[in-house]
């Protein structure tokens, strides 16, 4: 589980079949604070690539956009792979399950709202 803070504009591609999977970076933060002799611990942010799939997916295309808040529900998946140096590289993501958008939106006005 993890509440934080998207990043950048989610990636979203299509695969197989028009299957939708968004890509986005999630930043986490730990509050900083003061140790009983005085030392200062500052605030850590952590960045977490989530994948989403199918209709998640869907929803992070229409609906998700850079400093937004979610909740993520989800596991962790170690993925390794060649950079095109061909070095050998790995890679932690979250392969979401569930989402929630904490951020509160503003309901659009349409023609149709007056009458």
């Not at 209709?55 to 792979?81: M, P, Q």
Request: charged residues 30%.
């Amino acid at each position: 589980m993890l509440i934080g803070n998207v990043g950048q504009e989610p990636e979203i591609r299509y695969v197989d079949n028009d299957v939708a999977v968004a890509r986005l970076s999630l930043a986490t933060t730990e509050r900083g604070y003061t140790l009983q002799n005085g030392t200062q611990v500052p605030d850590r942010t952590d960045w977490h690539t989530v994948i989403l799939w199918r209709k998640l997916a869907k929803i992070v295309e229409e609906y998700v956009h850079k400093g937004d808040k979610l909740y993520i529900e989800g596991r962790i998946r170690y993925v390794s792979f060649n950079d095109k140096q061909g070095a050998r590289r790995m890679a932690t993501e979250i392969w979401a399950e569930n989402m929630e958008m904490l951020t509160p939106r503003h309901q659009p006005v349409s023609e149709n709202s007056n009458k």
